[in-house]
């Protein structure tokens, strides 16, 4: 079992950052892929990025590719996603997920991972 706990989220203007936390339990945290999601009102959950079990090998939305960076203290239990230039549409509640695959290919698929924290808002004002 995997608890996921976010924190971080808040309201900045457009062009601010922000630095999402991911604080995990579970012995098996390490060997997991650890992913971000985010859904807006009226959206589907979308994928935001992926990080493997390693650390070594990350994997990013279109969207977000070249704004936001993955990564993971397997020490600390935690996983963080740092977000910059950030736009009114990247305004959406924030998930972490767990897949406890830990395959090669890191999934953009919320229905491949396993374990969901509660969510953290990111509200983006232009």
């Known amino acids: 079992q995997v608890l996921l706990l976010e924190s971080g989220g808040g309201l900045v203007q457009s062009g601010g950052s922000l630095r999402l936390s991911c604080a995990a339990s579970?012995?098996?945290?390490?060997?997991?892929?650890m992913g971000w999601f985010r859904q807006a009102p009226g959206k589907e959950r979308e994928f935001v990025a992926a990080v493997s079990w390693s650390g070594y090998r990350t994997y990013y939305a279109d969207s977000v590719k070249g704004r936001f960076t993955i990564s993971r203290d397997v020490a600390k239990n935690t996983v963080y996603l740092q977000m910059n230039s950030l736009k009114p549409e990247d305004t959406a509640v924030y998930y972490c997920?767990?897949?406890?695959?830990?395959?090669?290919?890191?999934?953009?698929?919320?229905?491949?991972?396993?374990?969901w924290g509660q969510g953290t808002q990111v509200t983006v004002s232009s």
């Open positions: 997920s767990a897949d406890r695959r830990g395959a090669w290919d890191l999934s953009a698929t919320s229905s491949e991972y396993d374990y």
């Open positions: 579970g012995r098996t945290f390490s060997s997991y892929t």
